[in-house]
């Protein structure tokens, strides 16, 4: 059982009020410059001495300051990904200051708590799928109007960062690997400033496609693992569901593979999972910066193509 831990929430839009739900008497305080109900407008307002943890649920621009301010008074730090610096260096020192100081200081990726993605995870790691030839993914939504209407929000690179981080972190996830090589297959703006349809990928081995858009008007996820011995399939997330899990053995020398699926219809439960998993890393001081740097470097790069 995870302890009762003091959180602040930083910012009271659509994800701060997810985060306070799932905190629930956890959450001591919230802090926000407009909403009328927040104990506090500045960060800077709130005692030390009142909270363990913040969750900060911000726009981009601010997150590197606020999270070094937080990391420097040794609280722990949930930011809703991404997390992105322009300068490279500044996440290489908020790795230091939290290593220094004990501190945890985790990006928030759901996903990895989806069952399926575990599911994919675990079968990965147990290596009946053999050697692994290729990777695809896809993930897709129907927003392209609601950032075409934000000025903040179409500029840029728009989906490839917006998305994309959240494949990238799947990526890691799956392989435990830093892969480098990406490079960019196709970017469009066909309604929107900022990119709205981007592929990347790697050309080698094992073959990695993504696919970002916004332009799905439905909501969608798949995953295509195609390995020596077989391959597995997700289709769909739980909050879009039903969400699907296959799993397909090879029949040599070529045949019909034995084939086992599952279905889930239910709520989405990353967001209870995943706040548990950052109070567990907190008990421990991990912080997961490192991969901050990788996602960072590998999307700015991608950008620059």
Avoid at 211 to 232: P, V
Wanted: net charge negative; charged share 25%.
């Amino acid at each position: 059982m995870v302890n009762q831990m003091r959180v602040i929430i930083v910012g009271m839009g659509v994800q701060g009020h997810k985060r306070q739900n799932v905190a629930g008497k956890d959450a001591v305080a919230i802090v926000d410059p407009i909403f009328v109900d927040a104990d506090y407008k500045h960060i800077e307002d709130v005692p030390l001495g009142s909270f363990d943890a913040a969750i900060l649920c911000i726009p981009d621009e601010p997150k590197i300051s606020m999270v070094r301010y937080l990391l420097l008074h040794k609280k722990h730090v949930l930011v809703e990904k991404p997390l992105f610096a322009a300068k490279p260096s500044d996440l290489l020192d908020l790795k230091l200051i939290a290593d220094t100081n004990g501190t945890t200081c985790y990006t928030a990726y759901n996903h990895r708590f989806e069952p399926h993605f575990m599911k994919m995870k675990d079968l990965l790691d147990s290596g009946f799928l053999g050697k692994i030839y290729s990777v695809r993914l896809f993930y897709g939504n129907g927003t392209a109007r609601l950032v075409r209407d934000s000025a903040w929000r179409d500029r840029g690179a728009g989906v490839l960062f917006d998305l994309g981080s959240h494949l990238l972190d799947t990526i890691n996830y799956w392989f435990e690997k830093y892969f480098e090589g990406f490079i960019i297959h196709s970017a469009n703006c066909f309604e929107n400033l900022s990119y709205d349809h981007v592929t990347f990928g790697i050309d080698t081995e094992p073959l990695i496609q993504v696919e970002l858009s916004l332009l799905s008007w439905r909501n969608h996820f798949y995953a295509d693992i195609f390995a020596e011995n077989g391959s597995a399939h997700i289709n769909s997330l739980c909050k879009w569901g039903p969400s699907t899990f296959t799993v397909r053995e090879r029949k040599l020398p070529s045949g019909q593979p034995s084939e086992e699926s599952i279905t889930l219809v239910q709520p989405d439960p990353t967001w209870n999972l995943e706040y548990n998993h950052f109070k567990k890393m907190c008990e421990s001081s991990i912080n997961n910066l490192e991969k901050d740097i990788w996602i960072n470097d590998t999307l700015q790069k991608l950008y620059q193509l």
